[in-house]
């Protein structure tokens, strides 16, 4: 007798920086979150599609949920609480190169409250740590789910960069999805609007190698994006135009580099992505712009699409 077909949606939760987007494109097989050693670095949930013979899985990245300081951090902390009401299965990402700290047992207790839906620990990073640190890790995030009221359906170790039990982690959560058809076509990687993921792309690429302080000011709005006109069949190119925000002229200085350098870097990183996702070569332009304190004010958060 054949196994039933299975269709889901699991979700990512975890502080800021916990592997949560890297886990994502692990499981998917190709990039759909951005990555980047900057903490707070998801800003969007994004969701990428893993297919299999025998299911078809939604994989949720959410933003870190994080002590927020600004309208922007209480909006996404709002993202992340609203997602995993919505899902069938809840991954904790818990680094194993770090203690479980006040944070984590934050999140943990506010997890508790779902009392319906099966919740995973999953140990990232765990190429970063030797066996006897894993071992203890894994007992601390035992004990946490003990002590504040969750039961882990599962605790598994992982390392999205290696591929380590990457495939036992998609078994795991496949498993626990209600039977139902496909949603999506198959080959498709994310359900997200092309115009997002190509904003985060190049976010991703300005955040390389910045000042610590830049991350949060920066947001990405794609102002047009479309085929040129006058191409022949044979040689399609897509136009993007992009504007970068930032939230003081200083900022500004930054994204632009010494006679445009740095604007140059960021566009040609982002295009090679871009063109992967998309399949055709683009023309990316790109201006930096000055929204002043756009994080703590309304009217701004809603033009750049919080």
């Not at 759909?32 to 903490?39: D, E, L």
């Amino acid at each position: 007798m054949s196994q039933p077909f299975r269709f889901g949606f699991a979700c990512f939760v975890g502080r800021p920086n916990t592997g949560k987007s890297t886990l994502t494109n692990a499981l998917v097989g190709d990039k759909v979150a951005i990555t980047s050693s900057r903490p707070q670095t998801t800003r969007h949930v994004i969701r990428g599609l893993l297919h299999r013979a025998d299911a078809q899985l939604v994989l949720v990245d959410t933003p870190g949920l994080h002590r927020p300081r600004t309208l922007l951090g209480e909006r996404l902390n709002d993202l992340v609480r609203a997602t995993w009401a919505e899902v069938d299965v809840v991954g904790v990402c818990l680094p194993a190169d770090e203690k479980i700290g006040p944070g984590d047992r934050y999140l943990i207790g506010e997890l508790a409250r779902l009392r319906r839906t099966p919740m995973f620990a999953i140990a990232t990073k765990t190429d970063l740590v030797g066996p006897a640190r894993l071992a203890e890790h894994l007992h601390g995030i035992a004990t946490s789910g003990t002590d504040l009221g969750v039961e882990w359906r599962e605790v598994v170790p992982v390392s999205a960069r290696s591929g380590d039990q990457v495939d036992l982690l998609a078994d795991l959560l496949v498993q626990t999805m209600p039977e139902g058809p496909a949603m999506y076509p198959e080959g498709q990687l994310s359900d997200e609007p092309e115009e997002t993921l190509v904003a985060e792309l190049i976010r991703e690429a300005a955040l390389e190698g910045v000042r610590d302080e830049l991350p949060h000011s920066l947001a990405v709005v794609i102002e047009e994006m479309g085929p040129r006109p006058d191409r022949p069949v044979d040689r399609p190119l897509i136009d993007v135009r992009a504007n970068l925000f930032v939230e003081r002229d200083s900022q500004k200085g930054i994204i632009i580099g010494a006679k445009g350098a740095r604007l140059r870097e960021i566009g040609t990183a982002s295009r090679a992505q871009i063109e992967k996702i998309l399949g055709t070569p683009v023309y990316l332009d790109l201006h930096v712009k000055v929204a002043k304190d756009w994080q703590r004010n309304p009217k701004q958060l809603r033009r750049l699409g919080f």
